[in-house]
């Protein structure tokens, strides 16, 4: 280890305010063996919501080999990798994490109750010969088509969310959020994750318990204790350093010994050997067979299944989960950069982040994983509790998860983690982005029966509609006459986050009140890392820039319209005839000019001699 406590808190003095808590900033990098670790935290806090798709998946396409689980997952965790480097480097260039999307599989049950999809009988199987294999390929062919059709709506609808990112009309709609958009949207995500944590802890609520209760523990207990470690350098030798270790690992140290003490009680057969009680999932060995089936090596390529088929029902209902995952993702992005300490995302990091994750989506598609790339909140989470948001770890996690996802072995060991391990913590992680979100009321004037009765409404009805939505009694509530537009209100309405978002965003852009007493004074002041002139937000908002490329791009004309340019955001502002027209004051006093006739007379020498 190269860096001590008192050296990673001289580096963390040289980021801004909101920083101070972070031991390690965005663009700041640990040394290698703490990089790896570092990494490996935060690969295995995404295996949680990762693990359960290609299960998922596999039930729906009606495919029964655990072959088939094994490489959907291998596909699955390459593409994670895949996702979360080209995020962290092209993308929103924050500490984000790139996943397998819930959102997806919606759409996906809603297309395989149609009858064409239906799984067929098994009795010409149950008939036929052990030593049969005429029906192999016919077996394959029964899951790689609906593989393919899932392929194909999944690319045309994330080809939808590329152009909505590149043509930066996301951007536009960011002007018009504020706290009391961002709040209910970052903290619904947490909450409207309730049942995904139930879903891995009702196997054994005691390991639950204890996973949680470790991280707890470790990150708010002994997170002052700082243990001697060896360490050394070319300066000072071999020597001991008080390390914070207990702040710095929480997640993968509460793992490690909750996977130990499930591996006593396996093999002192305290975990029951039937498959069929619930607590069996708590056994480390419950997944054995992934593991003696994983192929040592597999490399996904783009159409391995066939060629992708699209139809108008299968790309309403994947739209409609893009738009969502659109909106989680914003919301993220948004928590990330406020959990980091680092300024809020530029108009051009938004559009490209979007736009990242269309990409990988279509990546997705192609390579057949049978669902989108979002950003994992619990990641998220993650960054306040190591208080570790560098970009390195982060591409570190990328290049595990690719590893995992190449290397068949090494990705299905990790699937031996039991489920009331990562459920357990899970729960503490999905419970900081609620709190994250709910940080951000502190910009707002809490006393006004306005903002109140805005932020309750979102909130509520955030958690009311999509509850009521998934009723199965209200299976037929909503009935258009039109099937796609009906998947297509069930998926917007059934998610959380953009139900709250939505009224937020809207009562707070409708309902009359000053910018002070809706916070976006504060809100702008203070996330833009509180600097007072221009070239301070330049400095500041460098982390959202691609190094040694925009001072090239600031010399080409044309990247001022491109949104997703580094230089775009600047320059559209002052450069942009009505941008210019709505800011001319705001920038009158930015630049320091004594009147307004000053600046117009200035502004037209400067179009003067451009044109």
């Given amino acids: 280890m190269k860096m001590d406590l008192n050296e990673a808190e001289k580096k963390s003095g040289n980021l801004n305010d909101k920083s101070k808590y972070v031991l390690y900033g965005v663009e700041d990098t640990p040394s290698l063996p703490m990089c790896f670790l570092f990494g490996l935290q935060q690969a295995i806090m995404c295996i949680g919501g990762t693990l359960s798709i290609p299960f998922i998946l596999s039930g729906l396409l009606c495919a029964s080999s655990g072959d088939v689980t094994s490489t959907l997952l291998s596909i699955t965790m390459f593409m994670c990798g895949i996702a979360t480097i080209l995020q962290c480097l092209f993308g929103i260039r924050l500490g984000i994490v790139q996943g397998g999307s819930h959102t997806f599989i919606a759409p996906i049950v809603a297309m395989m109750a149609l009858d064409k999809w239906r799984c067929p009988e098994s009795e010409d199987s149950e008939q036929r010969p052990l030593n049969d294999t005429s029906g192999v390929q016919d077996g394959d062919e029964i899951w790689q088509s609906r593989m393919r059709e899932i392929q194909g709506n999944l690319i045309v609808a994330s080809i939808t969310q590329l152009v909505l990112g590149c043509t930066g009309m996301l951007g536009i709609i960011i002007q018009f959020i504020g706290p009391l958009t961002i709040a209910p949207t970052i903290s619904l995500i947490g909450l409207s994750l309730t049942g995904v944590a139930i879903q891995f802890n009702k196997y054994q609520w005691g390991i639950a318990f204890l996973s949680l209760s470790l991280t707890l523990v470790f990150s708010l207990y002994l997170r002052e204790i700082k243990i001697p470690l060896p360490a050394y350098n070319r300066k000072r030798g071999c020597r001991l350093v008080r390390y914070p270790l207990f702040q710095l690992f929480p997640v993968i140290l509460s793992i490690c010994i909750s996977w130990l003490f499930c591996h006593i009680l396996t093999i002192t057969d305290v975990f029951p050997n039937n498959s069929t009680i619930p607590s069996y999932m708590a056994r480390t060995d419950s997944r054995l067979e992934i593991l003696e089936r994983a192929p040592w090596f597999y490399w996904p390529y783009p159409f391995q299944f066939g060629i992708p088929t699209v139809s108008a029902a299968g790309y309403v209902a994947f739209l409609a989960a893009t738009i969502s995952s659109i909106i989680e993702?914003?919301?993220?992005?948004?928590?990330?950069?406020?959990?980091?300490?680092?300024?809020?995302?530029?108009?051009?990091?938004?559009?490209?982040?979007?736009?990242?994750?269309?990409?990988?989506?279509?990546?997705?598609?192609?390579?057949?994983?049978?669902?989108?790339?979002?950003?994992?909140?619990?990641?998220?989470?993650?960054?306040?509790?190591?208080?570790?948001?560098?970009?390195?770890?982060?591409?570190?996690?990328?290049?595990?998860?690719?590893?995992?996802?190449?290397?068949?072995?090494?990705?299905?060991?990790?699937?031996?983690?039991?489920?009331?391990?990562?459920?357990?913590?899970?729960?503490?992680?999905?419970?900081?982005?609620?709190?994250?979100?709910?940080?951000?009321?502190?910009?707002?004037?809490?006393?006004?029966?306005?903002?109140?009765?805005?932020?309750?409404?979102?909130?509520?009805?955030?958690?009311?509609?999509?509850?009521?939505?998934?009723?199965?009694?209200?299976?037929?509530?909503?009935?258009?006459?039109?099937?796609?537009?009906?998947?297509?209100?069930?998926?917007?309405?059934?998610?959380?986050?953009?139900?709250?978002?939505?009224?937020?965003?809207?009562?707070?852009?409708?309902?009359?009140?000053?910018?002070?007493?809706?916070?976006?004074?504060?809100?702008?002041?203070?996330?833009?890392?509180?600097?007072?002139?221009?070239?301070?937000?330049?400095?500041?908002?460098?982390?959202?820039?691609?190094?040694?490329?925009?001072?090239?791009?600031?010399?080409?004309?044309?990247?001022?319209?491109?949104?997703?340019?580094?230089?775009?955001?600047?320059?559209?502002?002052?450069?942009?005839?009505?941008?210019?027209?709505?800011?001319?004051?705001?920038?009158?006093?930015?630049?320091?000019?004594?009147?307004?006739?000053?600046?117009?007379?200035?502004?037209?020498?400067?179009?003067?001699?451009?044109?």
């Fill in 329 to 611: 993702s914003v919301g993220d992005y948004y928590a990330a950069a406020r959990i980091s300490g680092a300024p809020p995302p530029p108009a051009h990091a938004l559009n490209r982040g979007i736009a990242m994750e269309g990409l990988s989506s279509i990546v997705s598609g192609m390579v057949g994983s049978g669902h989108g790339t979002t950003s994992y909140s619990q990641n998220v989470g993650a960054i306040g509790i190591t208080k570790v948001a560098s970009r390195a770890v982060f591409l570190t996690a990328g290049l595990i998860l690719v590893f995992c996802g190449v290397v068949g072995k090494f990705g299905a060991a990790l699937t031996l983690i039991p489920d009331p391990v990562i459920g357990g913590t899970l729960t503490v992680l999905f419970g900081i982005v609620s709190a994250v979100g709910l940080s951000t009321l502190k910009f707002i004037d809490m006393d006004s029966t306005r903002n109140l009765t805005i932020l309750g409404t979102a909130l509520i009805l955030g958690l009311m509609i999509p509850q009521y939505i998934s009723n199965p009694e209200n299976a037929a509530l909503i009935d258009t006459g039109n099937s796609e537009l009906d998947q297509v209100i069930k998926v917007l309405l059934g998610t959380a986050m953009f139900v709250g978002g939505v009224v937020g965003f809207i009562l707070d852009n409708t309902v009359p009140g000053t910018d002070e007493e809706r916070g976006i004074i504060a809100w702008r002041k203070s996330l833009s890392s509180s600097h007072d002139t221009e070239t301070a937000d330049s400095t500041a908002l460098q982390m959202y820039e691609y190094p040694y490329v925009t001072k090239y791009l600031r010399k080409i004309n044309c990247c001022t319209y491109i949104p997703v340019s580094p230089v775009f955001n600047k320059n559209i502002e002052f450069n942009c005839s009505c941008c210019h027209r709505n800011k001319k004051q705001e920038n009158i006093t930015e630049v320091g000019y004594d009147n307004k006739a000053a600046f117009d007379e200035d502004s037209t020498a400067e179009n003067s001699s451009r044109l």
